[in-house]
C-alpha cells in the first residue's frame, strides 16, 4: 500500500486574544476529531490526537455488556453459597 503525505496550506487567525487554526471539516470527520482533540509537541513538530474517553456513557455501556453475551447462568448458584449465614462482625 502506497502512502501518499499530503500537506494543506492552513492560516492561523485571531480568536479572541489568541490564535488558532480553522481545519477543514472533512479532515475533521475524517480522523473522528469531535468536541476536543490531543495536542503533542514532538521532534518532528506538533502531532494532532484524537483524544480517547476513559468514561462509556449509560448507553454505551448498556450496548458493550449487551455485546459480551455473559452466561449468568450460575448468578443464581452464587446467590445461595451459604454466604448470608455466616457473621461476618469481627
Same mark, same amino acid.
Given at each position: /500500500?502506497? +502512502?501518499? @503525505?499530503?500537506?494543506?496550506?492552513?492560516?492561523?487567525?485571531?480568536?479572541?486574544?489568541? /490564535?488558532?487554526?480553522?481545519?477543514? +471539516?472533512?479532515?475533521?470527520?475524517?480522523?473522528?476529531?469531535?468536541?476536543? @482533540?490531543?495536542?503533542?509537541?514532538?521532534?518532528?513538530? @506538533?502531532?494532532?490526537?484524537?483524544?480517547?474517553?476513559?468514561?462509556?456513557?449509560?448507553?454505551?455501556?448498556?450496548?458493550? /455488556?449487551?455485546?459480551?453475551?455473559?452466561?449468568?447462568?450460575?448468578?443464581?448458584?452464587? @446467590?445461595?453459597?451459604?454466604?448470608?449465614?455466616?457473621?461476618?462482625?469481627?
Amino acid at each position: /500500500m502506497n +502512502k501518499t @503525505l499530503r500537506s494543506r496550506d492552513i492560516k492561523i487567525v485571531p480568536i479572541g486574544n489568541s /490564535m488558532g487554526v480553522r481545519l477543514p +471539516k472533512n479532515l475533521l470527520q475524517k480522523y473522528g476529531f469531535t468536541h476536543s @482533540l490531543i495536542l503533542e509537541e514532538t521532534a518532528q513538530g @506538533l502531532l494532532l490526537r484524537k483524544k480517547q474517553d476513559d468514561k462509556l456513557s449509560w448507553d454505551d455501556t448498556y450496548i458493550a /455488556m449487551a455485546n459480551e453475551s455473559e452466561d449468568w447462568n450460575e448468578y443464581d448458584q452464587t @446467590l445461595l453459597d451459604g454466604l448470608e449465614d455466616d457473621d461476618f462482625d469481627a
